[in-house]
């Protein structure tokens, strides 16, 4: 039997009928129990909130910038310091040509620059302009702007509860 006295409780009336919910699910689920909940929450919560803010985040760099996906995709991967089209072909899964392709109207859009490496004439880094770096900061900006926008639709205990569920999230998987 639950001790009532340990746990904040809700009760809840249906007609003559009370029902005692706990809170803490645990001292009612097993382990077992709580880790499928936790799967099921997780299909539920993560997927879409992901589609959502990545489905922004193109649509802000095609609107704004008129930047495609793949061109948005090349400066993120050098923004974050892929900085070789070798480097890019191999973090986006594709030829070089391809990358190549792409890296091209971003130099030729002021996005991108490449230098030559006295050292190794083959290889030729890749960086983002001044202009590169305002795009892909007003992108991010504007996005951070939209989530807290989502996440002030939750009141003081639900933020707290959502923050802790992430930091909890994360640890799951390091």
Known sequence: ????????NIIVSLGNY???????TRVLMGAN??????????WEAVPPAWHQ???RIRRIASEKFN???????VLRRIRRGSGSVS?????????RSSVSKVVDVLVNKGLVSRRQNPDDRRNIPLSLTADGQRIMDAIFDETESWLATQ?????????????QGMEALQKSFE
């Open 1 to 8: 039997m639950l001790d009532r006295s340990k746990f904040p």
């Open 18 to 24: 009370y029902l005692l919910y706990a809170i803490e």
């Open 33 to 42: 129990d709580q880790v499928e909940l936790a799967v099921d929450k997780f």
């Open 53 to 55: 803010a990545r489905a």
């Open 67 to 73: 930047l495609t996906v793949e061109q948005f995709q």
């Open 87 to 95: 480097a890019l072909a191999e973090a986006n899964r594709t030829s």
């Open 151 to 163: 996440f002030r639709r939750l009141d003081a205990e639900e933020l707290k509860a959502a923050i």
